[in-house]
Nanobody, 121 residues
Framework: QLQASGGGLVQAGGSLRLSCAAS????????PGWFRQAPGKEREFVAT???????YSADSVKGRFTISGDNAKKTVYLQMNSLTPEDSAVYYC?????????????????WGQGTQVTVSS
């Protein structure tokens, strides 16, 4: 029900835009978010956007990553700028019901398959 795309290989300092397309659910009912997981590490929160348009981002990506959504297209985006090798991970999009903890994987009901982002130094 969530299809992530847009990952790839980029040099440090470069940019990528990830997309997450939803089917069978709407972002007016579920708030979408992005998580990432590097090898050997736990999945961590990156950013989320509420139906009101409000956003929350992890401190590690503030000022570099921007989450946005297009309700008509049922798609959420993650614009990633000034990428560093530490941003390399599999990026997952997810969707949660209202009132759940946006920063926790446990707060999310639906998950996409992930897209690999690799940043070379």
């Amino acid at each position: 029900q969530l299809q992530a795309s847009g990952g790839g290989l980029v040099q440090a300092g470069g940019s990528l835009r990830l997309s997450c397309a939803a089917s069978g659910l709407t972002f007016s009912s579920y708030s979408p978010g992005w998580f990432r997981q590097a090898p050997g590490k736990e999945r961590e929160f990156v950013a989320t956007i509420r139906s009101s348009g409000g956003t929350y981002s992890a401190d590690s990506v503030k000022g570099r990553f921007t989450i946005s959504g297009d309700n008509a297209k049922k798609t959420v985006y993650l614009q990633m700028n000034s990428l560093t090798p530490e941003d390399s991970a599999v990026y997952y999009c997810a969707a949660r019901s209202a009132g759940t903890r946006y920063y926790s994987t446990r707060g999310y009901d639906y998950w996409g398959q992930g897209t690999q982002v690799t940043v070379s130094s």
